[in-house]
């Protein structure tokens, strides 16, 4: 441990001005740094600021000296907000610069990188600009240039020094004027995997961005990613799949898409990784949502198989990115038959019951879908209606009801079904749910009623489960399509004198329920 009495007799000896002591003073202080309990005394005896006066010596070795006792400051998270105070930005971004110095450039970048990321920690805390300073300083330009031409470890260390730097629109923006995009790709492209890693990681952090997306579309930085999804490194693939994810939400990049890169998304939807399950499948829905040509090709390469064993996944993250994109893929009625045929209709009944909203809406979506075939009728029927049944009732969310409703009434418009819903006792939970929605749920469960009126069976039924009353109701809707469809309910079930009967029992019922009431003498309109 490093004597108070030493420092200080280090730290005055570098007044003297000479290369030999200040190199001592330099040496000294590197060596005591190195133990993170003899970094508090160096502080205290002033070591800090000798150090950033010693940084801009002539001499190259005073320099990699005084910066080397830096990096050990800048790797202790207590003392990278000291180290900005006490002036290191400036002192830093001069040696980025001016220097051409291996040593020097590698400890520069190091020590920028490690305070970086704790001011911006700090600063977004307390709702500041956590890079303003740095902007102010000039420090972007600089770290682009040794992010492009140092050596690898100066360039690994610059792009980390970016990476924590572009958290906000200003940075940002200087990054991109001053080329930084290019020197991204360039990184990315590196043969060291820590740079490729840095750079990638990187890159996925401001693809989110709108304007980014559109500038690297045309820098093409489709291809470069669509390359490194086959890296050793599974950081590299990790991260190039994150950033692909967001690229692919515009046009113009998918343009640059070949069937290669195809073939690749589905390759890695088996990949032994979660994550890059996980971002595969969200690249493919991404495609698939922005043309309806799309879903032909992924289907032809047999991507319906591994999509659904994401479903079955107990990461739920796998299990929305794979509903997400079935949600598409029941929009074509081949694919339909393949997701059947793979007992894909089983496996999206399952997930109805899912805790995560996300999947649960997706689920019942692509079930709807899938409700247009008749086909597959008996399948969805035993599996998904009482799921069905049930999220009407007790979900909360109007999209996921709606969606629910749409595939029972799906489901009820092809006449092979409609026995079902009657044996599986359907018919009196959709007339007492009638009390209690509205809007396209009232509406999905006024028509599957008009379906079920169609067929002779199931007229009497109706009125049998008390539906003459709700249907009634239902005429005095402010909504006129629902008014329409119990219109033409009630009038099939009028051509049935088995419902006469039924007719007699209600206005019986009505009647009863109004004696007592003395009803003012109105005059009666011609």
Excluded at 131 to 157: C, F, M, Q, S, T
Excluded at 367 to 377: S, T, Y
Aim: proline residues 3%; contains cysteine.
């Amino acid at each position: 441990n490093a004597p108070v009495k030493e420092i200080k007799e280090l730290v005055a000896l570098a007044d003297q001005g000479n290369d030999i002591n200040q190199l001592e003073v330099a040496t000294g202080l590197a060596f005591w740094a190195q133990k993170d309990e003899n970094l508090s005394r160096i502080a205290e005896g002033g070591g800090v600021k000798v150090l950033l006066q010693l940084c801009r010596s002539r001499s190259p070795d005073i320099q990699r000296k005084a910066l080397l006792a830096l990096h050990s400051f800048s790797r202790n998270e207590r003392f990278r907000g000291y180290l900005e105070e006490q002036g290191a930005i400036p002192v830093l971004v001069e040696q980025l610069q001016q220097s051409r110095d291996d040593v020097v450039l590698e400890h520069t970048t190091g020590i920028m990188a490690n305070m970086v990321i704790k001011r911006a920690k700090r600063q977004s805390e307390e709702g500041e600009n956590p890079v303003a300073k740095y902007v102010k300083e000039g420090a972007i330009a600089p770290l682009i240039g040794w992010a492009r031409v140092g050596n690898d470890l100066v360039r690994r260390r610059a792009v980390r020094g970016l990476n924590r730097l572009i958290v906000t629109g200003e940075a940002l923006d200087i990054f991109v004027e001053e080329e930084g995009l290019d020197v991204l790709l360039e990184a990315i492209r590196s043969n060291d995997p820590n740079i490729r890693c840095v750079a990638a990681r990187f890159l996925g952090d401001i693809a989110a961005n709108d304007s980014v997306k559109t500038k690297l579309a045309r820098r093409g930085a489709i291809e470069v990613l669509m390359s490194r999804t086959e890296d050793d490194e599974i950081e590299v693939c990790r991260s190039v799949l994150h950033a692909l994810y967001f690229l692919t939400t515009i046009e113009e990049n998918v343009q640059n898409l070949v069937l290669h890169d195809w073939r690749r998304m589905v390759e890695l939807l088996k990949a032994r990784d979660a994550y890059v399950q996980q971002c595969a499948a969200a690249v493919l829905a991404n495609l698939v949502a922005l043309d309806r040509e799309h879903l032909i090709r992924v289907g032809s390469l047999g991507a319906v198989k591994p999509l659904l064993k994401l479903l079955g996944s107990p990461d739920v993250n796998l299990q929305f990115e794979g509903s997400r994109i079935f949600m598409a893929l029941t929009l074509h009625s081949k694919l339909r038959q393949q997701i059947a045929d793979a007992h894909g209709i089983e496996l999206l009944a399952s997930l109805l019951a899912s805790g995560n909203r996300g999947v649960q809406k997706h689920a019942v979506w692509s079930l709807a879908n899938m409700a247009a075939d008749v086909v597959h009728g008996d399948s969805l029927i035993s599996s998904c209606l009482h799921p069905l049944i049930t999220l009407i009732g007790h979900n909360t969310e109007p999209e996921v009801q709606a969606e629910a409703s749409r595939a029972l009434m799906n489901l009820a418009s092809h006449p092979e079904n409609r026995e079902n819903f009657v044996i599986k006792g359907a018919v009196g939970w959709i007339l007492s749910a009638m009390r209690f929605v509205s809007g396209d749920v009232l509406t999905y469960l006024a028509q599957i009623l008009e379906f079920l009126a169609r067929e002779d069976d199931q007229k009497y039924n109706i009125a049998l489960e008390g539906g003459l009353r709700p249907l009634l109701m239902l005429l005095g809707s402010e909504d006129q399509i629902v008014q329409d469809h119990a219109k033409r309910t009630l009038a099939c079930m009028s051509s049935t004198s088995k419902c006469h009967g039924e007719c007699h029992n209600l206005i019986k019922s009505l009647q009863l329920s109004l004696s007592g009431f003395e009803v003012a003498e109105q005059p009666r309109p011609h």
